[in-house]
Each structure stands twice: as structure tokens, then as C-alpha cells.
């Protein structure tokens, strides 16, 4: 296992160029040196990259995972034999995971690197840790910035939080690219069924519902997708889908996929008005977008990994995956190394902001500034050997009276 | 001509459902009345519907191009015996340009409605109109909206500016599906050529580029795209395009199309690296792309309409559409009025909440308010048959505790 | 007028290389001298590269137009002025066409090149051209074909006849590419409505209906397929497009195009179900597959070129492009000339093949012999610069017992 | 093992309906009682589903597997546990393979069911086979009736042998829609890396190569292409792929996937000249289309589940997946049910054929009855619900004269 860990970082870590050319370049100066910093993300073979790369900076590092289901142990084993103090394992109950994430905090760390809001929740409403001295945070997904933004408009956040989500280069390219490519992984890998032909409802088209629905139509299916803003329905159905509630769409759809990062999104009577048959899986953060709870509660045994079958009352078999937990993380490796190098990279910068402009932040959430965000763009562009224009003197915009102005 | 112009502004109007359902609404209690509207918009089919409208809601109606090349005579004559008074026709000199626009202003318009920029600008900074009290205007584009910015900076505005062009329900359906489509149409109409196979140059891969890019692709193309900004290129290469500079894909491009909105994007050296037979032609707001004046100033012939062939020194034959004016309105009719629909709901309710709202709005440039694109979006849902899901106590979002909030 | 068709002849003739290609090459020999050519094709520009080229290869060339409404006049008026018998004019009474293609015949040609078999079906049964001499022909359509397969079952063919149809470099990227792109562009002209979002009823999935419904999909329209053949019908399953019934397609298409050869295929009762506004064309070579007679039948006015509104008794506005006749060709400049270079460099291959091989050659429908296909696409390929490999001897097929055989 | 492998039978088929259906309808009348069959087939549990359905239907059912590595085992030992003779398990030697084979022909089977050849082959050439009662064979792929050709043409075979590959409702969608999911699930599985932005390289544009082309743009990657046929070449160019020599695609590529059934197409000066961090693989039936001998003959170490790291001579590293054999059966699961049933349909139908036809079959290769394959289609249009059209009295084919004959 060990061994199969190190296999996988170095798999990743070739395959992260932009992370670990930045890591090489600090390497020397040490620039964390003296910081604790306390990371709760996915423990995956990408992450191990970040983690190890912290360490080699100067940090001390502390981790534990994201979700109490989707620690990869290999890579576990793999980072505390590197020196991490790692609290994590695959498949926990819910208070291992909470004794994990206390870990981490009684290492007292200065910064927290989060992913869905559970380390930065406990770290201001645990009493335990209320008196922690945190210079500042970042955050990974969606889901925990909708929480830090409900806590700062009452005013209780206690440093400042940077939304490494919100960078563009986070923002479009894990959400839309990262999760369309692995939830087509994770669903092949749990159902091993056709896509073409295939009508696939797709609830939400934010950025991951973009992303995921783009990709079935690559794969042949007939995507049928639900919203409940109409700007985004509109651009759906512009985009050639079929858009309806998920009460109509239920009743006809072959394979269901939640992205809304809301809940009850697929609730107990669209579960009942489903085709025998059926397949329903979330990729948002949490599990509360499927009526899961209702659907373990019928007669049920897994067919294949990470597929449970539900009989239902009314007799049809809906196949739930990974118990309603991501998908994409479970029921296969999550996003490829070359997305999460972008998103650690942002995670990377945005610590070292922090680092240094800690006492000039309030404590309010931060969006990544702007030059962190084109860097990485920049960086990235690069290591695929991609060549682009720059706007010089002769690349004008057009002032009003029809005349040249400076970009 | 008349007739003519009587059939498409009745083609264009069944095709504008939630506009003419609007107007049919409002039009018992003339909302509109004792106001005079200038419009400097293209006169098209789509935009008849608009100002036929107008007048119905009572305003008093005046209106010139906002091109001086794109004016479609069978419309504007038509416009004229419907008791709009109308200050446009087909390809119009500098000066009889100029001349329109003051004579629209002369009017005293009380609200503007504005496209690229200019009947703002000369209401702005012509001496003979600066005593004018306009109480707003709107704008539809992005090109106006940098003029406006740059005024508002200096602080020169003399009066509130809706940004039409920022809703969403415009910014992202005009701008991509609108001039994907109408891109599409004009270069197929300009140069009869396949498109399967062809190597097409996009430089710029914002929302117009997007648009483009696609359908271009949706027709067999080969896609190369050229950008300043290293986030867009790095989406137009993750979506499976070539991201090369300018000149680098000048020499192999088959085809250009300009959208960027910036200028001397494919200049004088670029062209003559150009393969003899290429295909230029620009679908941004200003003929300031392309460098058609070098191209213009050698052996010229039209060889089709809309379509010069421009012998270089070097004896490569290149093919400019439309002398680089926008491609997508002058060789063919410029977005379906479906898309148009869009644009103009959005400019009839930020009119409408001028009229409400001036004596608080202040000098600046302003978003359109959030509940009207909403409601654009809502509308065309409907006119569409589409029906979505609402957001209910049912749905809720996710709270710190794991617990539901409202949405 | 003749100014116009000499700029088309030259703008498709720079974009038909392969033809003009062959036609340099073989010039100077003059292969048809003493040979007179019947032709019976769409009367386009690049057609006239076909003709003008026969004329340069020696042949005496006669020609008339496959359909009575597509030819255009300036080409007509260019190749006469070039010393080419050309009897054909847009719009034509069903006499007039009837005298045009008895005109050629006339003319006593050695080899017909037809399209649509009109001309030889004449010849076959017009006893006034009984005895004509003829040594052989070629048929450019599936919809020819049918009719001379049909004869030839009966034992009625009076001379070989090759099915340039047939050919893969014909039929594969006339029939897919062609139409695809040209049923686009005459759609467009004729409606200049939106494709993103509308359902478009595509009636048949051979090479046709493949071509159409993929390009309607890149331009974001939800495609629905009808098919009478089950495997088709799987096929257009499988690449993600909804299969139903024209009974039930019918009651839900915004725009209709039928693609498969047969008659009959949208019939009266259909008409009727449709929605109000709902647009039907066709692009199949016959105007029998869609009940245009009872549509034109109704209160009829034209909207738009080549679009009538036909409202039926149930109220409802239905509206017809060009008649129920080749939309692609009629409404828009059908083929783009790359396309139909491979099509005429088969005709022309192929008048050469029997040229030399009539005396060898049944009274039989031939396919165009493999090594002509070959070299069509090999041609091709050359005229834009791209390779391919060869195979060699390292290149081999796999043996029974594992080893390798010469490919 | 035993029960994975139930459960994995369970799941396929309840997802071969079509064939399961047939076997449900037939199982009564046992027209398979006091046949053997010799299967040799990939052992997957799509297979089982067939093989227990034989055996249902009266048939004594002997099998071992058509390659050496992409045995199942829990499949394997669940068809021991049914009663069915199997000779098969994962990774074997040549020798047990060739041994198996043996086994599989000393139960006398009077028709044999293939894939790839190796079972008919060795009952042609192993003298101890060679007086054996066969009355007939299928086979399932290209390549195995490349072998049956090369037979036929010498005049040896001494059976005949249904073409089961070609019939349509088998090539299309095993070959296109089956091969191009199970190459992206495979290829996922192995690498983990990013498809969007990859240069992915596809040797080959015949029916495997299409349906591969066509997934992996679907993913975002940018296709080359690579033939040695100039159509086949001319329609990827068509279809918007780049196009280009092996040799050229080489210096360029991310990932090649060869999918052309003949041998050394990616050769060790191609291997030499690849980029460092390349991935090569092949989806084509025999592990003779990469130069994997070479690649395997230099330091070498597994560094993910089917996934060789081969350091050259030049200090590049390329990694090979499932040792250039075919990589979508080892690297993943193989072809989705639906698309087996499909298959399994045609040879269930195809040996029934054989039973009843046999006496009147010559030694050759037979091509699948017509009516078998529609059969095939409309079972499977039918347990998708999907209605098509009919041809009726009023679907007709157009008459030499213009009008109607029954089609």
C-alpha cells in the first residue's frame, strides 16, 4: 500500500507541473517556515502533491479529509510515512471524522486550507477551538463559501477567508472540466453501462451541471437538464438540452446526476415516479441532493461497487451510487491531476498572500486577487507549451471619439 | 420596398413573442407618453418591432443608424410610413452619418437608446447638444459601454446609462448564440465556401468568440483561437481548440473572423503571411480589427457581394468581407429576432425604469436591475414552453450546521 | 448579368482544384475531341467549371438543367457567351423543360451526364430519341438510380450507365457534407430564425439525413429523426437524436426537412397536427416528399424569398421554403464548390472510363471503378496539403497463423 | 468470486434484454437440444449471459476465452458453477492458451462460435482436429474473417462460417458506439489524466477509429488522425480531425490509441521520436498494431494497475497501457451489455440459422441474412421504446415516369 501511494504521487506529481515548478522555485527560501498549516481536502494522490510540497517549503502540516468516505488509505499511509501528521482513512463514521478534524485543530494551525467548510465551521463554533489564533483561510468548493458568506453577514467570521473557489482559474476549469471528466468516470466505473442513446438528467447547470452535461452529450446521450434559475435554464436550452422539472423529467430519465449544491433536489415522490431501472447519483459536495436516506431505507444490496440496488414499494429497482455521496470521488479518482494543479496552485499563492498581508485583511471572505489568478492561467498555458498574444502598443482599446486608448 | 418592409417587420414580430407581449400589456396605459426616444440602433426588421412598439406605448419615436453601412432601406421606408421619424439608409458617407445623429438629437430626445456609443458620445461632447436634458439612456453594446466607462472615470457622464448589454439575458444570448448564428450566416453567405475541413482563425474568445468558435466547429471546421487574456485561452484550449498567436495562425488559417473589440488584432504583417485565397472578414462593432485599410488600398475587385479580393504586393490574392464592418449584419440580416427579442425586452423595461427611476439614479453607467433580466429570461421561458422548478421550502441551500436555509 | 456569372465561374473555379487540375493536365490532348456531351445538371457556377472544362478537353458540349426552377440565369447567360449550347432558365413550366432536355437530345450526344434521370429516362422512352447512339452515361443522384435500376431489372437499359452517385468520394461527401452545409445555408436565407433550441425534424438518416441532422446539432438545435429502416433508425438512436414516428413528430417540430428519397413522407394529416408557425422544406432531389399541393392550395402569400405562408383550415400558419422543391439549392447557392469538385472529377473520370470501355461494357448500371474513387480523394487530399501514410511492407495484414501478408 | 460473478451476470443481463427476451421465447421448444457449442469468446459477463442462454435453449456448452489475458475469473468460475465446460482464466501462457483451445475442440462441438479466429483456425490446421463434424462457425470480428477470406480464397475451408461481424446491427454499433466508450473508460481507468486539451492521436478511421475519434473530441481532446486509405483520410479531414502521417502525428501526440487491424503501425522510430510522458495503447484486436516487444524490452516498471513505464535509450519515458493489448477489455470492462446484446442477438440468431440451413451452405463465408439483422434492430428500437415509421401504400419509391412504385 505504501508503495502503491508512492506510485500514485509520482504519477500525479508528473503530471502537476505547474504546482511542482513553483515548489522547486521556493523551495530554496522556505517560505513557510515556522507556519502550521492545517489542510482538510480530499485525500487523493493530487493532494499528496500539495502536502508534501507545504512541507518542502518549510511548513509543518497537519491534514485531514474532506469527507468522511473518499480518503484514498494508500495515500494516507503513503504521507504520514513522508512525515505529515495525517488523521484520516477511508469510510468513517461520523464521529471519526469529527475526532479528525479536532486533530487538526490541536495541532494549531495558522492557516486552514478547507475544502466544503467543515474544518473552518468547527474552528469557530467548536468552544474548543474558539481561542485558536488563525491568521487567515482558504476555501475550496462552493458549498463552504455559501457558509463562510451566511457567517460573515453576521458578522462572526474570525480571519479572513480567501475563495480559492471563486478564481477563474479554479472556478471554471475543476468545476466544469475537472467534474464533467470524472463524473463521466465515476458513472462508467459504477454502472458500466451505454451512454449513447441514453437520457441522462443532469439537476443543475451551474458550472459542474456545464461541465457534466457537455460531456454526456460527448459521449451520445440525450442530456435532459433541470434549474430553477431561469438565466441558466435559458442558456441550457440554448445550449440544445432538453430542460424540464424534475418532476416530468423522473419520469423518463435513464440516469440521473445532481450538481446543484442544494437539497432535496431529488426527492422520495420523483424517486417513486422513476422507470424501473434507474440510475441516480450525486457529484455536488454534500449528500443532501438525493433522497438517499429514503432509498437505503428499502430492501437493498450492492450489485457492483459503489451500486446499491433500492426496491422500491412500488416494486422498481432504482440503483443508487456511492450512497449518494460525489460520485466522482468515490466511484472513481476524482479530477486528474492536470485541473487540480490549478486549483492547488491558487491554494498555494493564496497561502502565501495571506502569509503576507495578513494584517492588512479584514475579516470578511476575499476573492483571489486578480494577479494570482492570471499567474496561474499564465503558468499553466506554459507548461502545455501554449503561445498567446499580449497586448502591446499596437493592441489598442477604442477611446470615445474613435481613437486608440492603452488596454 | 414598402412592402417588403411591412412583411419582415411581421415576420420579425411573430418571432418576438415576449416583446410583443409586453407591448400588447402596457400599451392601454401608454407608459411612454410625452416622452420622445432617440434610437441609434441598426435598422433592421427586429429593430422595427421595437420602435413600432415604442410608439404604441406613446412615446414620440426619432431614430438613426448605429452603421452606416447596415441600414436595410426596405425598413427604414416602412419605418417612415408607420409616423416613425427615421434618419437612415444604406451605406452612408462619414458626414451623412454624422448628420443623422445630429438630427436626432435636434429632436430633444428625453431618453437615448444607444448601440456602439455614438449618438451618446456626440451628446456628450457636440457643443450644440450639451444643453440637452436627457434624463438616461441605454446601451447595447460592449464597445459603447468601454466609451461610457472611460467617461464615468473622468467623471464627464451627464447622465445615468443602463448597461443593457451586461444583463445576462443579452450579454450571454446576443453575443453568443445571436452572433454565432449570424456569423455563420454571413460568412456562408459571403463566400459560399465549405466550411467542413476549413482551418478558421477566431482571434478573441470572450462571449463572442465562445459563440463563434462553437458553431463554427458545429459545422466541421477546424478551430484555432487567438487571445490576449491568459484564462480565456486556457478555456479555449481546454475546450479542444488550438491557442496559437496571431502570427502563427495567420499563416495557416483559412479563414479569420475578428471578435475581440480591440483593435489592429490582424495587422498589415499578418496579412501578407496569409496563404494566398484567405478569407478575412470581423464580426466586432468597429471596422478597427482588421487593417482594411491597408488591404482596401491594393488591386481591388468585388468578386460577390460583400466580398473584395485585394491583390498584395506579394501576389497572394486575400478576400476581405464586408470592407472588416461587421460581417454578420452586412452580409446577411444580422441576429435571428428571436435573440433580438432578448435584447430588446431588456432595453423596453430599462426604459420604462428610467422613467421610474431617473431623479435617484445618479451620472453613472448601471447594471440592468437584477428582477428585469429575471424576467426576460422568465418570459422567453414561457413564450417557449419551458418550464422549470422553483426554488421552494423544499429546496434549500445549506447552512454551516449541515442543516437547510432558504435559498 | 454575364459579368456576374464570369466572377462566380472564376471565384468557383479557384476553389475546384482538382477538377481544374485535371483539366490543365489533360487539355493539351484534347480526349473528347469529336465526342458530344449531353449534360443535364443544376445550372450553377460550378457546374459551368464542368462544362467550360468538357469544352476545353475538345467535346462538343450541350447542356440543359436537371430541375426546372434552380438555374441561374447569369451562369446560363455566361456559359452561352463562352460557345456552350445551354438551353435553361430559372423558373421553367414543366414544357419548357420538357423542350429544353428534347433540345439536347437533339443534339445527338455520345455520353449523357445526368442528374435526376430526366434526361435519360427521355432517351429511353421518348420515341423520338429511340435511335439515338448513345455509348454510355452517368447519373449524379440516388433518386436517377432508383429509376435506372427499376429499367434495368426489366432489361430496358438501352447503354451502360455509371453511378457516379455511387462512388464513396461522391456520395459520402456530396450527399453528408454537401447537403449538410447547404441545407444550413438555404434554411438560414429562407427563415432567418433561430436553430439554437428549435426542435428540427429531420425525416430520414442516410447520407442526407446524417449530414443535415449533425449540422443542426452544431448549430444547438435538438434534432429528431424519422425513419422507416430499423437500423438507421438505431443508428440516429445511438448518435443521441430522439427517434419517433412522423405522426408523432409532427405535433412537436418547430421545423421540418425531409431527407430520404421517397414520397409521401409528410402528408396532409400531419400538416394538420402541426403547430401554428411550424416551417417544412425539403432537400430531397424530388418536390414529393412533403404534400406541398395541398399546402399551396391553401390561402397562400409569400413572406419572405422562397417562404410562403400557406394557412390552413384549421387556422393555423404553416409555412412552405421554395415550394416543397431542393431548399438547399433553391434558397441558397446549394454545394460548396470543394464539395462538388469531387463530384464533377468523378463525372469526369468517368465520361474518360468509358470513353475507352463502352465496347467492353454491358447495358448494365456500373459503380465507378475503386481506382477512380481512389484517386478523387488522393487528389483531394493533395489540393490541401495533407498526407497520409502508405502502406508498405512494414504496413501488413495479419495472417491465420499470426504472421503478416502483404496488405 | 462466485458471487460477483452471479451479480455481474444478473446486471448484464438485465441490460440484454433483446437477448434474453429471444431466449425466454425459445427456451420451450430447446432448438439447441443435442448440439454442442464451441465458444470462444472474451469471458466477460456479457458472455455468461450468452453461454447460459445457450445452454438454456438445449445446448451442451464448452468454452474458453479468444484472448489470453482478458479473462474474468469470478465470470469463469460462476459459468463452472452453471454447469458450462469452461476452459479459460486471466493472464495465460501461450501454451495454456493454445491448451484450452485443445480442450474446447476435443468436445466435438458441432458449431463454433469465434472471435478473432483462433478457435477455426486451429480446427482448419491442428491434424488432430482435423476430422472433427463442424457444421458451420460464426465469428465476431474483422480480424478472424480476414483469416476466413484468406482461407476461403485458397479454397480451405471446410465449413461454412457466418460473417456475424458485419452484419450491421453488429459492425456499426460493437465496432463504433461499443469500442468508442469502452476505449474512453479504458483509457480513463489507466491513465487518470485529463482528455480536454490532449492531443489524443487515433490510428485508424474505419468503424473503431470513428466511434474513437468521435468520444474523445466529445471529451474536449484534440483529434489527429492517421490512415493509410485516402477516403476514409478525406472524411476525418471532413469531420474537422487533423490529419497527418504516424511518423509527424509521433512528435506531437499525448496519446495514441490504435485502433486499424493491421500490424506495425506505431513502429520504434516512432516510439523514439514521441514526446516524453506519451501514453500508447491499442483497442485493435491482436497486440501487433504498437511496437510493444520494444517497449517492453527496456527498463520497465508498473506504475499504475495496466499501466507500464518504458524508459528508452533516450531517456524518455512512454507508458504503455495493458501491454499494447487491447486496452478497453483489459484497462476496463469491455464494451457495454446493451451493445453485447446487439452482438449476441446476431450469433444466437446466426447459429440457429446454421442448424436449420446448414445441408444447403457451401464453404464460405456467409454474410449475416438481411432479415436477421433487421430483426436484431427492431427487437432492440422495440425494448428501448422506440417507434419508428412503416413503409405503407403511401411510402413509395418514385417511378422512371415521376410516379410511385412500392418500395
Known amino acids: 500500500m505504501y508503495d502503491t501511494g508512492n506510485l500514485s504521487y509520482n504519477w500525479a506529481k508528473s503530471h502537476m507541473q505547474i504546482l511542482t515548478h513553483s515548489i522547486d522555485v521556493l523551495k530554496e527560501s522556505k517560505p513557510l517556515k515556522g507556519i502550521t498549516l492545517g489542510f482538510c481536502l480530499q485525500i487523493t494522490k493530487e493532494t499528496s502533491v500539495l502536502l508534501i510540497g507545504a512541507k518542502e517549503l518549510g511548513a509543518k502540516v497537519v491534514a485531514c479529509s474532506g469527507n468522511p468516505l473518499t480518503t484514498q488509505d494508500s495515500i494516507a499511509a503513503f504521507l504520514a510515512s513522508k512525515g505529515i501528521e495525517i488523521f484520516a482513512w477511508s469510510n468513517q463514521t461520523k464521529s471519526e471524522y469529527d475526532w479528525c478534524q479536532s486533530k487538526v485543530l490541536s495541532c494549531k494551525p495558522d492557516i486552514i486550507i478547507d475544502d466544503g467548510g467543515d474544518l473552518n465551521t468547527k474552528a469557530h463554533f467548536d468552544r474548543r477551538f474558539q481561542s485558536l489564533k488563525i491568521i487567515g483561510a482558504t476555501e475550496e468548493t462552493t458549498t463552504g463559501l455559501t457558509r463562510y458568506y451566511s457567517m460573515q453577514k453576521k458578522g462572526k467570521l474570525r480571519y479572513p477567508i ?85 418532476s416530468q423529467a423522473a419520469k423518463i430519465g435513464d440516469v440521473f446526476i445532481t450538481c446543484t449544491g442544494m437539497r432535496d433536489v431529488v426527492q422520495k415522490q420523483h424517486l417513486l415516479s422513476m422507470k424501473n431501472g434507474a440510475i441516480v447519483g450525486n457529484v455536488g459536495h454534500f449528500d443532501v441532493e438525493i433522497d438517499s436516506k429514503f432509498l437505503l431505507n428499502q430492501v437493498v444490496r450492492q450489485v457492483r461497487p459503489n451500486l446499491d440496488e433500492c426496491v422500491l414499494s412500488n416494486g422498481k429497482k432504482i440503483y443508487l451510487i456511492s450512497k449518494g455521496r460525489v460520485a466522482n470521488l468515490i466511484a472513481s479518482e476524482g479530477h486528474p491531476p492536470e485541473i487540480m494543479a490549478l486549483s492547488f496552485s491558487n491554494q498555494l499563492y493564496s497561502v502565501l498572500y495571506i502569509l503576507k498581508n495578513h494584517k492588512k485583511m479584514q475579516n470578511l471572505v476575499y476573492d483571489v486577487p486578480k494577479q494570482i489568478d492570471n499567474q496561474v492561467a499564465t503558468d499553466t498555458l506554459n507548461s502545455m507549451n501554449v503561445k498567446i498574444d499580449n497586448l502591446s502598443k499596437n493592441r489598442l482599446h477604442i477611446k470615445p471619439d474613435g481613437k486608440s486608448v492603452k488596454a
Chains 1, 2, 3, 4 share one sequence.
Open 162 to 246: 480567501i475563495a480559492v473557489n471563486n478564481a477563474k482559474t479554479k472556478m471554471i476549469f475543476d468545476n466544469k472540466y475537472g467534474t464533467g471528466q470524472s463524473t463521466i468516470a465515476g458513472y462508467l466505473r459504477a454502472m458500466n453501462l451505454l451512454f449513447a442513446s441514453k437520457r441522462i438528467v443532469v439537476c443543475g447547470y451551474g458550472w459542474l451541471g456545464k461541465g457534466v452535461a457537455q460531456k454526456c452529450a460527448g459521449m451520445g446521450s440525450k442530456v435532459i437538464v433541470t434549474e430553477v434559475d431561469p438565466i441558466k435554464a435559458l442558456e441550457a436550452h440554448m445550449d440544445g438540452f432538453n430542460v424540464m422539472p424534475i
